[in-house]
Each structure stands twice: as structure tokens, then as C-alpha cells.
């Protein structure tokens, strides 16, 4: 999970007669995404907790939008390290993330570790698959209300996919949810397509242990980290600004979740609560439909793969030859429409120049991208150049226009052939379980632990006083102070330690607790370097 702070920055004179303006905050922020913050930088920080027990269990902070290839890396270590503490598999821990590690960069770096995961993705790309539209044009197999809004959305589950072309190393699963459009609501989430807004989720999971519907009340219900952050803001100000040094600041947000971890074992020792066990999935839980006659279930749907022998040209598969609009259109520059087809070999400039065709591809909804290029000596020659190339380009090399045929519906892309499997061909670790059995959510109420204990101490009453020699303590005379002293200036190391000496005859102290439970001093009497208490 990700928390933004920003910083407010006033303005500073920047005229030639005062120095090079230099702010205390710019070692620690950034500019970045501020969301819903105020001010003109930010910081981010990933965090890990526990669902079960709302530990904490790191925090990496770093200036602007973060670094969160990085930190996921981390984060992944301290979850493989956190189970095999506690003699646990990879395949009993779920990785829950938001949308924006929804990408096969992140996705990737989950399966190397061999953990579960269940998060947003934002590749909406795999939406243009023809076996994925085609199965969106079914009925959906289940019917999914939200638990706060009540919104009733449709949900698709398409089982494991393979799109090792877009750098998926692994099978996933793929979950679509639909939802009507509504032109008189705001969506912050989704993509539009026609007259709905379509979400995609994805997950190691296989169908017979999870629904689709069950993965979403997972991702929305007890595996949300919402309810934590807003509990954490209300007990605790962890993202105070309490240093503008990113090490300082790093370190009160270590020192916030170490404090935030005791207060949770000190009020499981003060009153000790049972486990508790929610039924997740009953044994009549919704059934999702699965296709009638699913083959082998070693073979996940193959969308497009990278090793994927790229057709001819002249293929009679794909459609007429059309020149890509390109960017530059906004810009005031020449587009793709101001270029000339002449042959299938040939490209005409708008300054008349022939461009021959350098590269064929094929991108990942199969359609043909021929790449034609121009000598780079004829663009930096061209009288035209500057309404071609883009500002501030060299033509190095040279001006590219892309020609795109589009991939031509045949039999062997129709439903009937589609294959969807229940399982990845690739071995990928997940938790399965049984689909007429019970699934139980396990945990405590932390809340509970943390504000009851944080209730009591309030009310105690501590008294800290001396206990004096056998000796007779001779009582102070009283003495004259300077005006230094007076108005408390600093003072030099010797006026320092002779403040701070304490008298012979005042060696002990004795501190008296009132009203605070025994299980809690019997806790911190026995407490040794160990295992967490409640983890």
C-alpha cells in the first residue's frame, strides 16, 4: 500500500541580489502526484502490514511518486522471510495490491517469489484480444453487489490467460468486471468502451478454490487496507512531518509502526481475545459457470506469444495497408496522413522524398506494423524538417512512419475454439481449495486491542519520586543566577554538566503505577528477545 504526504512551499525572492534560493525540504520531497493533499511536493511511502493481525511490517519512503519497483522488491523479501519465520509456504500468503502495480513489470516480480496475489491491473490492452471480447459478448456467469454502494456489476471470469507477448512470464487469471456507464457519475477507475466501463483483476488463484465474486470481496472487503491507513491516521500521526531529512523521516515512520506493533501486543497480554473465525465462502456459496466442454486443464487461453513467427506481408489474413496518424498532429507537425502510399515497398514524404520499408511486426493483438524509414542526411537536408521532426531532434535518425494491417477474423478465432483452462501450464503457487468446502477468515479485533489498552493507560496515575540516603540531605541554598541564565541563553558544556550533576545522597528513584493490570506487568516482566506474541 502507498500513502502520499505532501509539504506546502512558500514562495521565495528569486532577484540576482540575494542568494540561490536552497529549501530544507528538497533533500526529503519531490514533485509528484499529490491526490487529495495540498501543497507544491509530496513524498511517498509503501507499506506492508499483516490483514489477519493489522501488523506492521516495513515502511520505504522515498521523494516525488517513490520508487515502487524498488520497494515492491523489498516488500516481497519481507514477506518471504516473515513466513518462513513462521514455518509457512508461499502458497499460503496473499499479496494484495492496488491498481498501480497492475502492470507486467510488478506482476512479475510477485511470481519470481512464488506468492499469491490478487490486485487491480490497468493493462487494459488485453481487453482488444479477440478470444476476450468474443467471451464478453456472453452472458456473464455471475452478478456481483458492491458491499457499500450496492451496486450490482457483471462479472466475467476468463480462468488463467497466457500473454507472454505483452511480458506476462506466467499464466494469470483474469477476472472483467462491467459495469453500465452512468454520464451523470464521475468514474476515477475503468475504461470506457461503448456503453460500459470495464475493471480487470488478476490473480494466481485457480476457480475451484476462489469465484470470481469471491476475489472481489476479498479485494474490496477484509483484504482492503483502507480501513488500516484511516485507523492509523486517528491513533497515530504517522505521516507528520518531523524531519527534512529523508533518513529522519524515515525513521519516526520505522519508530510510528514499531510503537503501533507493542500497543497491539501489549493489549493482547492486558486481555486476551479468542481467534476469530468469519465463514468466507459457505458450502452453498454462488457456483461460476464454466464452459460445457473446457479441454485439457494443463492449457491456459494463449493470447499472444513472443517466440510468434511473424506472417508475410502479402498475407491474404490481413486487411488493406494504412498509414498510422502518429503524434505529431498536435504539435502542428506532419502526420501520418500527410505521407503518400505508393507501393508496398515505397512511402512518399510531403516533401517528396521515397521512404522504402525497413522492419515488419507484429504488435499483440496480431495485426501487421511495417516500418518505413528515410535516409537520416535527406532529413537534415529537407527545408521541411522542422515541421516533421520533432523540436529539439538532431534526425540522427531520420523521420519513421508505422503502416498498420489489421488481422482479419477467421475460424480459428472463433468461440468455438477458444480454449480456457482452469490451471497455468506453468506450475504457479496458489491456494486451492475445495469448492464444497468452508472458507473461514481468520483474525483479531486489533482495534479493540490497541484503543482498550490506549483507554486505560490514559486513566493511570504515575508517581516518580526520590528515595534518599541514610544521610541527612542538607537543604539548598538558594543562588544567585546571571542574567545570561536568566534569559535562558545556551550555555557552555562546563554550566552544562554542573546543571545536570545530581547529588550524592539522590542515587534511587522509585516509580509507582497505578491500576495497570498484572497480566501486562507479568508480560513485561518475562519478556525476553522472542517471537511476536500475537503473529
Same mark, same amino acid.
Given at each position: 500500500?502507498?500513502?502520499?504526504?505532501?509539504?506546502?512551499?512558500?514562495?521565495?525572492?528569486?532577484?540576482?541580489?540575494?542568494?540561490?534560493?536552497?529549501?530544507?525540504?528538497?533533500?526529503?520531497?519531490?514533485?509528484?502526484?499529490?491526490?487529495?493533499?495540498?501543497?507544491?511536493?509530496?513524498?511517498?511511502?509503501?507499506?506492508?502490514?499483516?490483514?489477519?493481525?493489522?501488523?506492521?511490517?516495513?515502511?520505504?519512503?522515498?521523494?516525488?511518486?517513490?520508487?515502487?519497483?524498488?520497494?515492491?522488491?523489498?516488500?516481497?523479501?519481507?514477506?518471504?522471510?516473515?513466513?518462513?519465520?513462521?514455518?509457512?509456504?508461499?502458497?499460503?500468503?496473499?499479496?494484495?495490491?492496488?491498481?498501480?502495480?497492475?502492470?507486467?513489470?510488478?506482476?512479475?516480480?510477485?511470481?519470481?517469489?512464488?506468492?499469491?496475489?490478487?490486485?487491480?491491473?490497468?493493462?487494459?490492452?488485453?481487453?482488444?484480444?479477440?478470444?476476450?471480447?468474443?467471451?464478453?459478448?456472453?452472458?456473464?456467469?455471475?452478478?456481483?453487489?458492491?458491499?457499500?454502494?450496492?451496486?450490482?456489476?457483471?462479472?466475467?471470469?476468463?480462468?488463467?490467460?497466457?500473454?507472454?507477448?505483452?511480458?506476462?512470464?506466467?499464466?494469470?487469471?483474469?477476472?472483467?468486471?462491467?459495469?453500465?456507464?452512468?454520464?451523470?457519475?464521475?468514474?476515477?477507475?475503468?475504461?470506457?468502451?461503448?456503453?460500459?466501463?470495464?475493471?480487470?483483476?488478476?490473480?494466481?488463484?485457480?476457480?475451484?478454490?476462489?469465484?470470481?465474486?469471491?476475489?472481489?470481496?476479498?479485494?474490496?472487503?477484509?483484504?482492503?487496507?483502507?480501513?488500516?491507513?484511516?485507523?492509523?491516521?486517528?491513533?497515530?500521526?504517522?505521516?507528520?512531518?518531523?524531519?527534512?531529512?529523508?533518513?529522519?523521516?524515515?525513521?519516526?515512520?520505522?519508530?510510528?509502526?514499531?510503537?503501533?506493533?507493542?500497543?497491539?501486543?501489549?493489549?493482547?497480554?492486558?486481555?486476551?481475545?479468542?481467534?476469530?473465525?468469519?465463514?468466507?465462502?459457505?458450502?452453498?456459496?454462488?457456483?461460476?459457470?464454466?464452459?460445457?466442454?473446457?479441454?485439457?486443464? #494443463? *492449457? $491456459?487461453?494463449?493470447? =499472444?506469444?513472443?517466440? %510468434? /513467427?511473424?506472417?508475410? @506481408?502479402?498475407?491474404?489474413?490481413?486487411? &488493406?495497408?494504412?498509414?498510422?496518424?502518429?503524434?505529431?498532429?498536435?504539435?502542428?507537425?506532419?502526420?501520418?496522413?500527410?505521407?503518400?502510399?505508393?507501393?508496398?515497398?515505397?512511402?512518399?514524404?510531403?516533401?517528396?522524398?521515397?521512404?522504402?520499408?525497413?522492419?515488419?511486426?507484429?504488435?499483440?493483438?496480431?495485426?501487421?506494423?511495417?516500418?518505413?524509414?528515410?535516409?537520416?542526411?535527406?532529413?537534415?537536408?529537407?527545408?521541411?524538417?522542422?515541421?516533421?521532426?520533432?523540436?529539439?531532434?538532431?534526425?540522427?535518425?531520420?523521420?519513421?512512419?508505422?503502416?498498420?494491417?489489421?488481422?482479419?477474423?477467421?475460424?480459428? #478465432? *472463433? $468461440?468455438?475454439?477458444? =480454449?480456457?483452462?482452469? %490451471? /497455468?501450464?506453468?506450475? @504457479?503457487?496458489?491456494?486451492?481449495?475445495? &469448492?464444497?468446502?468452508?472458507?473461514?477468515?481468520?483474525?483479531?479485533?486489533?482495534?479493540?486491542?490497541?484503543?482498550?489498552?490506549?483507554?486505560?493507560?490514559?486513566?493511570?496515575?504515575?508517581?516518580?519520586?526520590?528515595?534518599?540516603?541514610?544521610?541527612?540531605?542538607?537543604?539548598?541554598?538558594?543562588?544567585?543566577?546571571?542574567?545570561?541564565?536568566?534569559?535562558?541563553?545556551?550555555?557552555?558544556?562546563?554550566?552544562?554538566?554542573?546543571?545536570?550533576?545530581?547529588?550524592?545522597?539522590?542515587?534511587?528513584?522509585?516509580?509507582?503505577?497505578?491500576?495497570?493490570?498484572?497480566?501486562?506487568?507479568?508480560?513485561?516482566?518475562?519478556?525476553?528477545?522472542?517471537?511476536?506474541?500475537?503473529?
Amino acid at each position: 500500500m502507498a500513502r502520499l504526504c505532501a509539504a506546502r512551499q512558500r514562495s521565495l525572492v528569486s532577484a540576482q541580489s540575494y542568494p540561490k534560493a536552497r529549501r530544507r525540504s528538497q533533500a526529503a520531497t519531490a514533485k509528484g502526484y499529490l491526490g487529495r493533499d495540498r501543497g507544491e511536493v509530496t513524498r511517498t511511502r509503501s507499506t506492508v502490514a499483516q490483514a489477519h493481525t493489522s501488523e506492521w511490517l516495513g515502511t520505504f519512503g522515498a521523494p516525488g511518486n517513490g520508487t515502487p519497483g524498488p520497494d515492491l522488491q523489498r516488500a516481497c523479501g519481507i514477506i518471504g522471510r516473515y513466513l518462513q519465520h513462521h514455518k509457512l509456504t508461499g502458497s499460503s500468503a496473499i499479496v494484495r495490491l492496488d491498481g498501480y502495480y497492475g502492470t507486467p513489470q510488478f506482476v512479475n516480480q510477485i511470481q519470481q517469489h512464488q506468492l499469491g496475489y490478487i490486485l487491480r491491473c490497468r493493462d487494459y490492452q488485453l481487453l482488444k484480444h479477440l478470444a476476450i471480447s468474443t467471451r464478453l459478448q456472453e452472458t456473464p456467469a455471475q452478478l456481483w453487489s458492491h458491499p457499500e454502494s450496492h451496486q450490482v456489476r457483471e462479472v466475467f471470469d476468463l480462468g488463467f490467460v497466457d500473454d507472454s507477448w505483452a511480458g506476462y512470464s506466467q499464466p494469470l487469471r483474469l477476472i472483467v468486471v462491467r459495469t453500465p456507464y452512468d454520464p451523470k457519475r464521475k468514474y476515477r477507475v475503468g475504461k470506457r468502451i461503448g456503453d460500459f466501463i470495464y475493471e480487470l483483476f488478476i490473480t494466481s488463484h485457480a476457480q475451484t478454490g476462489l469465484t470470481g465474486c469471491d476475489i472481489l470481496s476479498l479485494y474490496y472487503g477484509r483484504g482492503g487496507f483502507e480501513k488500516l491507513l484511516g485507523d492509523e491516521d486517528v491513533e497515530q500521526d504517522c505521516d507528520r512531518w518531523c524531519s527534512w531529512h529523508p533518513y529522519g523521516q524515515e525513521f519516526w515512520q520505522i519508530l510510528s509502526q514499531w510503537v503501533w506493533n507493542w500497543r497491539l501486543w501489549a493489549g493482547f497480554a492486558n486481555q486476551l481475545q479468542p481467534l476469530r473465525q468469519t465463514i468466507w465462502v459457505g458450502l452453498e456459496g454462488e457456483k461460476t459457470t464454466l464452459p460445457e466442454n473446457p479441454v485439457s486443464v #494443463d *492449457e $491456459p487461453l494463449v493470447l =499472444s506469444q513472443v517466440h %510468434t /513467427p511473424c506472417p508475410a @506481408v502479402d498475407s491474404v489474413n490481413y486487411g &488493406p495497408m494504412q498509414v498510422a496518424g502518429g503524434w505529431a498532429r498536435s504539435q502542428g507537425k506532419f502526420s501520418g496522413s500527410d505521407f503518400t502510399l505508393l507501393d508496398e515497398r515505397t512511402l512518399q514524404c510531403p516533401a517528396g522524398n521515397s521512404m522504402y520499408r525497413r522492419e515488419v511486426r507484429q504488435n499483440r493483438i496480431g495485426d501487421l506494423l511495417i516500418l518505413f524509414g528515410i535516409n537520416p542526411r535527406t532529413c537534415q537536408q529537407c527545408p521541411l524538417k522542422s515541421q516533421c521532426l520533432a523540436d529539439g531532434s538532431k534526425g540522427t535518425g531520420g523521420r519513421r512512419i508505422t503502416v498498420i494491417r489489421k488481422k482479419l477474423a477467421s475460424r480459428a #478465432d *472463433e $468461440p468455438s475454439a477458444v =480454449s480456457i483452462a482452469q %490451471t /497455468p501450464s506453468i506450475q @504457479v503457487t496458489h491456494l486451492t481449495a475445495q &469448492p464444497t468446502g468452508t472458507v473461514l477468515w481468520l483474525d483479531f479485533p486489533t482495534t479493540r486491542l490497541r484503543r482498550e489498552l490506549s483507554h486505560q493507560l490514559r486513566q493511570q496515575q504515575i508517581v516518580i519520586e526520590s528515595i534518599a540516603a541514610n544521610t541527612s540531605v542538607a537543604q539548598p541554598k538558594p543562588q544567585c543566577i546571571t542574567r545570561n541564565q536568566r534569559a535562558h541563553r545556551r550555555l557552555t558544556w562546563a554550566e552544562r554538566w554542573n546543571r545536570n550533576a545530581t547529588a550524592d545522597a539522590v542515587a534511587h528513584w522509585q516509580v509507582r503505577l497505578f491500576g495497570i493490570s498484572s497480566a501486562v506487568l507479568n508480560w513485561l516482566r518475562n519478556l525476553k528477545p522472542r517471537a511476536a506474541v500475537i503473529i
